[in-house]
DNA sequence: GTGATTTGACCCGC
DNA sequence: GCGGGTCAAATCAC
């Protein structure tokens, strides 16, 4: 990242935090969410689609970003693997509609599952299952040893058509309150994320919400089947305001929007990450 | 009809 | 050999 286009990203966290802060003020001298406090609201979400707009572009893998990365994750380390080792990892296999129709299961899976190392991997615990912006597509669940719950196989939904590896894996690890923990892996090299900012511009507050809540990967998400987790639910990990920049959604931002205070107050705790954030 | 999810089987690393 | 990750046919929902 650039040195504009990190402080573009700073100025607009700023003014996130001080809005935020107002909407704090506002809040607390009301009981409900109140119709005067949407405008700020919307400034809010506006402000932190344009500071995700700007820390998601092309280049979010540049030295500059895995610094912060590394300053601000201990634990959960950003995806420092190369596309090419991705390619790697998936490389050797054939394209469905390109293989030969007479080769067996076992021939079409040959010399596949090379390197699965997860040296790589981001991890990110939440208490609700949020959109992370990205179109995902489920191709396995899987039973862990050890485990109550079942672990659930994503990939970029846009895998075929532009290549894209990144895949995530996702585990519920509490039952009460619900923890899920996800697994990113490889990095997202596909173009058709959706860009927050536009999404809001595309779809202002006042309009329909039903086409607020319309994310590619939202069908059969099993996570998503509760509308109170739907709709309601926001919680990023506070572990990592890296993550937290890398995880935040439009669903989640919409949803802010038609939240109960609980969810603001969630909504609070993750924008005071933003102060680490700014430390950078 | 199309696209996403389910689920049993397969494959690989440890 | 076991456990975890992935594949792909079958199934489901729109």
Same mark, same amino acid.
């Given at each position: 990242?650039?040195?504009?286009?990190?402080?573009?990203?700073?100025?607009?966290?700023?003014?996130?935090?001080?809005?935020?802060?107002?909407?704090?003020?506002?809040l607390?001298?009301?009981?409900?969410?109140?119709?005067?406090?949407?405008?700020?609201?919307?400034?809010?979400?506006?402000?932190?689609?344009?500071?995700?707009?700007?820390?998601?572009?092309?280049?979010?893998? +540049? =030295?500059?970003? #895995?610094?912060?990365?590394?300053k601000? /994750?201990? &634990?959960?380390?950003?995806?420092? @693997? $190369?596309? !090419?080792?991705?390619g790697?990892?998936?490389?050797?296999?054939?394209?469905? +509609? =390109?293989?030969? #129709?007479?080769?067996?299961?076992?021939? /079409?899976? &040959?010399?596949?599952?090379?390197? @699965? $190392?997860? !040296?790589?991997?981001?991890?990110?615990?939440?208490?609700?299952?949020?959109?992370? =912006?990205?179109?995902?597509?489920?191709?396995?669940?899987?039973?862990?040893?050890?485990?109550?719950?079942? @672990?659930?196989?994503y990939?970029c939904?846009?895998?075929?058509?532009?290549?894209?590896?990144?895949?995530?894996?996702?585990?519920?690890?509490?039952?009460?309150?619900?923890?899920?923990?996800?697994?990113?892996?490889?990095?997202?090299?596909?173009?058709?994320?959706?860009?927050?900012?536009?999404?809001?511009?595309?779809?202002?507050?006042?309009?329909?919400?039903?086409?607020?809540?319309?994310?590619?990967?939202?069908?059969?998400?099993?996570?998503?089947?509760?509308?109170?987790?739907?709709?309601?639910?926001?919680?990023?990990?506070?572990?990592?305001?890296?993550?937290?920049?890398?995880?935040?959604?439009?669903?989640?931002?919409?949803?802010?929007?038609?939240?109960?205070?609980?969810?603001?107050s969630?909504?609070?705790?993750?924008?005071?990450?933003?102060?680490?954030?700014l430390?950078?």
């Amino acid at each position: 990242m650039s040195g504009d286009t990190k402080l573009k990203a700073i100025e607009e966290l700023v003014r996130g935090r001080e809005l935020t802060n107002q909407l704090r003020d506002l809040l607390s001298k009301s009981a409900g969410y109140e119709s005067g406090s949407e405008d700020l609201v919307i400034k809010i979400c506006n402000t932190f689609a344009n500071s995700l707009s700007i820390l998601r572009n092309p280049n979010r893998d +540049s =030295g500059d970003h #895995s610094e912060v990365c590394q300053k601000r /994750r201990k &634990e959960m380390r950003c995806d420092g @693997r $190369k596309p !090419e080792d991705w390619g790697e990892l998936h490389s050797s296999k054939t394209s469905p +509609s =390109g293989s030969d #129709s007479t080769s067996t299961p076992k021939d /079409r899976r &040959e010399g596949s599952y090379k390197s @699965r $190392k997860k !040296e790589s991997a981001r991890k990110s615990i939440s208490s609700a299952l949020t959109d992370d =912006g990205y179109a995902w597509r489920k191709y396995g669940q899987k039973q862990i040893l050890n485990s109550i719950h079942p @672990r659930s196989y994503y990939r970029c939904t846009y895998r075929k058509e532009q290549g894209c590896l990144a895949t995530k894996q996702v585990q519920m690890i509490q039952d009460d309150p619900p923890k899920f923990e996800s697994i990113y892996l490889g990095p997202h090299t596909c173009k058709n994320t959706l860009d927050p900012s536009q999404f809001i511009l595309d779809h202002p507050i006042s309009g329909d919400p039903s086409r607020i809540l319309s994310f590619a990967n939202k069908q059969y998400n099993p996570f998503f089947s509760s509308p109170n987790q739907e709709s309601n639910e926001i919680t990023y990990n506070g572990s990592s305001s890296s993550d937290y920049l890398s995880t935040i959604d439009p669903s989640a931002e919409m949803s802010v929007l038609s939240a109960d205070q609980d969810v603001i107050s969630g909504f609070e705790d993750s924008v005071q990450d933003l102060d680490e954030l700014l430390d950078f």
